[in-house]
C-alpha cells in the first residue's frame, strides 16, 4: 500500500518561501509520477504543479499559471522525497496542500489532473497573512 506524508507547511508572511515534503512509502518513488494540489477553503482543489519519473535523459514538469515562476517541484528517488520549493508566496496561495501518485507513471510527461492520480497524502496546511 502507497502512503504519502506531506510536512513543512506553515505561517508565513506575504513575499516568503516554505519548502514542502512529500515522503512516499509502501514502494519505492521512482515508479510514480508524483502531482501536486491544493484546496482552500470553499474552493475548488486545483492542481498545481506534477514531476514525471526520471530515465536518463531527465524528466518532465509542469506548473498551473497561477504558481508559474514561483514554485519548484524536484524529487529524490534515493530518499523517496518529492519537495516543492514555494516562492513569492501570495494571501492567495494559502489552503491545505497534498501531494499525490500515479498508478505507474510515464517518463517524460505529467499532467496536474487530479483524476490521473489514486494515492493521496493528507496534506499539510500553508497559510500566508501579514
Known amino acids: 500500500q502507497v502512503q504519502l506524508l506531506e510536512s513543512g507547511g506553515g505561517l508565513v508572511q506575504p513575499g516568503g518561501s516554505l519548502r514542502l515534503s512529500c515522503v512516499v512509502s509502501g514502494d519505492a518513488l521512482s515508479w510514480y509520477t508524483i502531482g501536486w494540489f491544493r484546496q482552500a477553503p470553499g474552493k475548488e482543489r486545483e492542481g498545481i504543479s506534477c514531476?514525471?519519473?526520471?530515465?536518463?535523459?531527465?524528466?518532465?514538469?509542469d506548473y498551473a499559471d497561477s504558481v508559474k515562476g514561483r514554485f519548484t517541484l524536484a524529487r529524490d528517488d534515493r530518499v523517496n522525497t518529492v519537495y516543492l520549493e514555494l516562492n513569492d508566496l501570495k494571501l492567495e496561495d494559502t489552503a491545505v496542500y497534498h501531494c499525490a501518485t500515479d498508478r505507474g507513471g510515464e517518463y517524460n510527461r505529467c499532467t496536474i489532473q487530479a483524476h490521473d492520480y489514486v494515492h493521496w497524502g493528507q496534506g499539510t496546511q500553508v497559510t500566508v497573512s501579514s
Open positions: 514531476i514525471s519519473r526520471i530515465d536518463s535523459s531527465g524528466g518532465a514538469t
